[in-house]
């Protein structure tokens, strides 16, 4: 066994007792030498041990001759071996992928077959990247400007991934090999400068090391710093996130950010700028430095300013921040189906009136919007003080007149400012709030018919308020808002 694989799989925690494994064996040095350090490692360790083979249809003979080497390997070796054959160029067409690309998630789906089939979909994926593979990522992520989080470059463990040798340098597996005796496959492809990571492996790695020796040594570690750098900015990050970024309860995948973050230093508003864009684009890939300054001049433009970002995501100059949220090519459904009465969740009697609603007056109660529940409660049953958290109300039920809606404004929606009766029109209060026009359709309402018990995320009417000569009291809890509902 090369020096140190032991060790640095025991240090990582990579393998425990009783684990499952599978381990992806194209045939090339890198591979044969992770199967074989296994295979020395199973009986220590007492896993379970089986190969996968992907047989990706782009070499032609090459690879079928690549398949039939793995298979001899495995049946020397009495190892179980899963083989899937794809055709990775066709696939890459139909689903708009690099070859490259195409290849990876097609290994990593046969990964997770293999685990199935061996009833284990939470084992491991052992996989042979190795230290040069570590430095390769490192300069490819660097020259694409993919920032702190690239510049680490591959993690030993992450989601059930493992990676046995990628503290030992190509030179060593390759000499391993040698002194076993053992053969593998060349993939000719490696040596075309027709890839990018190619010419990084033959053209500037090479030199690199020709300046010092250690080169490769020294970037692993380098890499294992910034990882570390990288995990202590990403707890500060979820420390601060409560402060300065707010999801918008309204749509998935949007979130405020408040120009109260660039007080902040740089790298705390940069990192968090970054981690809200590749969280409402539902991926990192990609995502640079260029996008992070994108949004971040935003803050200094006006109101109504926009920039687009990859995946759809518009980045939007609101007031007080930034607003972030996938573009969609259909309006937001608003609704508009008209339903039945609210019925209470702890007693039969229901919640509004059986007078009916203004004429066009439509929308969904309450007890069939997904996203709503209330209760009926009398006053004594309650404890003192009001409800203040946003997404949980409590309102004066006597004074409902109608059967309550969850709907979007129509025209002549209002509701009561104050305890001296005084009314607002929707619309202007809209306006007061500075709530961009496009967002305010998007807002649900709680309706007594054209008047507005609650704006939610907002306010509610003055004259449903929970006073002392309230008797009976409506609780409304919205679950589209913030998790813990405050």
């Avoid at 509610?460 to 509902?485: C, M, P």
């Amino acid at each position: 066994m090369i020096p140190g694989v032991e060790s640095f799989l025991e240090q990582y925690h990579m393998i425990e007792q009783s684990d499952v494994v599978v381990a992806g064996v194209s045939g090339g040095a890198d591979s044969v030498c992770l199967l074989l350090h296994l295979l020395e490692l199973k009986e220590k360790l007492s896993f379970t041990l089986a190969a996968v083979h992907v047989q990706h249809g782009i070499r032609g003979e090459e690879s079928l001759q690549d398949a039939a080497f793995v298979e001899e390997l495995c049946r020397r070796y009495q190892v179980q071996l899963f083989r899937y054959d794809y055709d990775v160029p066709e696939y890459a067409k139909q689903h708009g992928y690099s070859e490259e690309e195409a290849g990876r998630n097609l290994r990593y789906e046969s990964f997770h077959k293999a685990l199935e089939e061996l009833g284990a979909p939470e084992g491991k994926i052992a996989v042979a990247h190795n230290r040069n593979d570590l430095a390769e990522t490192m300069l490819w992520n660097m020259i694409r400007g993919s920032g702190m989080r690239g510049m680490a470059g591959i993690p030993p463990v992450r989601d059930g991934i493992i990676r046995p040798l990628l503290h030992t340098a190509r030179v060593e597996i390759e000499n391993y090999l040698k002194e076993k005796g053992e053969s593998y496959c060349t993939d000719a492809t490696n040596a075309s400068l027709d890839y990018s990571r190619n010419r990084i492996r033959n053209q500037v790695l090479p030199v690199l090391e020709e300046l010092n020796a250690g080169v490769y040594a020294h970037m692993e570690q380098l890499g294992d710093d910034i990882r570390k750098t990288q995990e202590y900015l990403s707890a500060v990050i979820e420390e601060k996130k409560a402060q300065y970024v707010e999801k918008d309860f309204r749509k998935t995948q949007a979130f405020l950010i408040s120009e109260e973050l660039l007080k902040e230093p740089e790298i705390l508003y940069t990192s968090m700028i970054k981690e809200c864009i590749c969280e409402t684009a539902a991926s990192s890939k990609d995502i640079t430095r260029t996008h992070v300054e994108l949004v971040q001049k935003l803050f200094a433009m006006q109101t109504g300013r926009s920039v687009n970002l990859p995946y759809q995501v518009v980045a939007e100059r609101t007031y007080g921040g930034v607003r972030l949220q996938k573009c969609e090519k259909q309006p937001e459904h608003k609704i508009t189906e008209p339903v039945g009465m609210l019925s209470s969740q702890s007693s039969s009697q229901p919640v509004g009136r059986q007078s009916g609603q203004p004429a066009g007056c439509c929308g969904i109660s309450i007890e069939e919007h997904p996203d709503f529940t209330c209760r009926i409660y009398k006053r004594e049953e309650l404890p003192e003080g009001i409800s203040k958290k946003k997404y949980t109300k409590w309102l004066d039920y006597d004074r409902i007149k109608n059967s309550l809606l969850i709907r979007n404004r129509q025209p002549g929606d209002y509701f009561v400012l104050d305890e001296t009766g005084r009314t607002q029109k929707l619309k202007q209060y809209f306006v007061n709030e500075k709530i961009l026009k496009e967002q305010r359709d998007t807002i649900p309402l709680v309706a007594d018919g054209a008047h507005i018990l609650w704006i939610v995320g907002y306010r509610i009417s003055a004259y449903y308020k929970v006073s002392s000569t309230t008797k009976t009291i409506l609780e409304i809890q919205y679950y589209g808002g913030r998790e813990d509902n405050e």
